[in-house]
Structure formats: structure tokens, C-alpha cells
């Protein structure tokens, strides 16, 4: 059954825009440096946030074996929108990334759904959580854009349960960046990584999300 939910687009729209009049000041802020809110990254997210729209009125399960393409597909997106134009010019790069997707011996979109299906009876927040930060520590899962496909996917598992999105604003920037990158460079396939520092981060960032939810991002169809 589809969500009964969707995403204020409107909203993410404002609060994307504040972001990135914003970003020199968040970025000055941020343990790592982050490349700049570029026109195209806005865009591109904006169209991935749509999509997410349109996976949840299709009832789509990202990390079920029939929804894994469309996880693919919100990659894409993030990287070249959905002008088909566009895509073109980045056809070398789609097949290489769909190839890593599928095919990477230390981590792929297998690792994905075996970790998906060990945790479906976690907590939205801790699914959310889990996953992203599965896929953006190291080894990742796309070669680019990682962090704002995941944004994607966590805002897909959580408004398929019924809860807020996570939308990257001024005033957890900071909160959500820092723990993304301490991740990023996490080695998830070492002892330490997986065992003692990632369950970590994954536990605080499932109270973060939890606690960054705003009610009103949510629209009834």
C-alpha cells in the first residue's frame, strides 16, 4: 500500500536555498570542508526529492530486490538530473557506476540488502540511519554522491513509515556533515570500523534524525 504521505517539495525548496546562501558560513564551521551548493547540485537534488515522491506514491522498497534500481536511479539524479540530454554526456560514467553498484567485490548493493534485511525490524530512525552511513563509509557504494543519495534514501525509508524526511537545513548542517564525514572515512570492512566506531555513529545518528524531524515537511496526498 503507498505511503499515505508525501514530501513538501515547497519546504525542501526553502530550506535548500537558505543552505546554500548560507554555505560559506556552514562550511567554515564544518570539521571538513564540503564543495560548495552549486545551482546544479540544488537542482539535482530537488528532481531526486521529487523522484522520492514518486517512488512513494509507486509504493517502491529501495532495498528490496525490485527496488534496487531505483536506488541506482536516485544516483543518477543527484549527479546528472533527468534532463536526457544531460545523461548522455555522462553515459561512460552511469555504465561504470551501475557496473561498481551491482559488482564490487568489498562492498555493493548485495552488502546493502543483506544489512536491510538483518535490521527491518529496527526503528525507522535507526534503518534510516544504518543504512546511510552502511553506504557512505568506506568502501562506498557509487563512485560520487553518496552523501546526497543518501539524504534521498533516508527520506524515502522514513516517510514510508510515516515519518518526517530528512531535509538538510541551516540549523543542522553542522550535525549532519560532521558524523558524514567521520564515516566517509571509516573503513566499514575493518575490525574496528565495523565493530566499535560505525555502530557508534550509527547510533547517534539515528538520535539526530529523530530529533531533527519536522512534522510539517510532510504533505497528506
Given at each position: 500500500?503507498?505511503?499515505?504521505?508525501?514530501?513538501?517539495?515547497?519546504?525542501?525548496?526553502?530550506?535548500?536555498?537558505?543552505?546554500q546562501r548560507n554555505?560559506?558560513?556552514?562550511?567554515?564551521a564544518l570539521d571538513?570542508?564540503?564543495?560548495?551548493?552549486?545551482?546544479?547540485?540544488?537542482?539535482?537534488?530537488?528532481?531526486?526529492?521529487?523522484?522520492?515522491?514518486?517512488?512513494?506514491?509507486?509504493?517502491?522498497?529501495?532495498?528490496?530486490?525490485?527496488?534496487?534500481?531505483?536506488?541506482?536511479?536516485?544516483?543518477?539524479?543527484?549527479?546528472?538530473?533527468?534532463?536526457?540530454?544531460?545523461?548522455?554526456?555522462?553515459?561512460?560514467?552511469?555504465?561504470?557506476?551501475?557496473?561498481?553498484?551491482?559488482?564490487?567485490?568489498?562492498?555493493?548493493?548485495?552488502?546493502?540488502?543483506?544489512?536491510?534485511?538483518?535490521?527491518?525490524?529496527?526503528?525507522?530512525?535507526?534503518?534510516?540511519?544504518?543504512?546511510?552511513?552502511l553506504q557512505v563509509?568506506?568502501?562506498?557504494?557509487?563512485?560520487?554522491?553518496?552523501?546526497?543519495?543518501?539524504?534521498?534514501?533516508?527520506?524515502?525509508?522514513?516517510?514510508?513509515?510515516?515519518?518526517?524526511?530528512?531535509?538538510?537545513?541551516?540549523?543542522?548542517?553542522?550535525?549532519?556533515?560532521?558524523?558524514?564525514?567521520?564515516?566517509?572515512?571509516?573503513?566499514?570492512?575493518?575490525?574496528?570500523?565495523?565493530?566499535?566506531?560505525?555502530?557508534?555513529?550509527?547510533?547517534?545518528?539515528?538520535?539526530?534524525?529523530?530529533?531533527?524531524?519536522?512534522?510539517?515537511?510532510?504533505?497528506?496526498?
Amino acid at each position: 500500500m503507498p505511503s499515505k504521505y508525501k514530501i513538501d517539495l515547497e519546504q525542501v525548496h526553502h530550506y535548500l536555498l537558505s543552505v546554500q546562501r548560507n554555505f560559506d558560513a556552514i562550511n567554515e564551521a564544518l570539521d571538513m570542508h564540503r564543495e560548495p551548493m552549486r545551482d546544479e547540485i540544488l537542482n539535482n537534488m530537488l528532481e531526486g526529492y521529487e523522484y522520492v515522491n514518486y517512488l512513494l506514491e509507486k509504493d517502491v522498497r529501495l532495498l528490496h530486490p525490485e527496488g534496487l534500481h531505483y536506488l541506482l536511479e536516485l544516483n543518477n539524479i543527484v549527479l546528472c538530473g533527468t534532463d536526457l540530454e544531460k545523461r548522455k554526456d555522462f553515459k561512460e560514467h552511469i555504465l561504470s557506476n551501475t557496473d561498481r553498484f551491482y559488482e564490487q567485490s568489498e562492498f555493493s548493493i548485495s552488502h546493502m540488502r543483506a544489512w536491510a534485511e538483518k535490521h527491518k525490524k529496527d526503528t525507522p530512525w535507526k534503518k534510516a540511519a544504518g543504512s546511510y552511513i552502511l553506504q557512505v563509509s568506506w568502501p562506498q557504494l557509487f563512485h560520487e554522491g553518496n552523501h546526497r543519495t543518501g539524504a534521498l534514501m533516508m527520506s524515502h525509508i522514513l516517510v514510508r513509515n510515516d515519518c518526517p524526511p530528512f531535509v538538510l537545513s541551516v540549523d543542522n548542517a553542522q550535525a549532519y556533515f560532521n558524523p558524514s564525514s567521520l564515516a566517509k572515512s571509516t573503513n566499514k570492512n575493518e575490525v574496528y570500523g565495523k565493530f566499535y566506531k560505525l555502530p557508534k555513529i550509527k547510533k547517534n545518528f539515528a538520535k539526530f534524525l529523530e530529533k531533527q524531524a519536522v512534522p510539517s515537511y510532510l504533505r497528506l496526498r
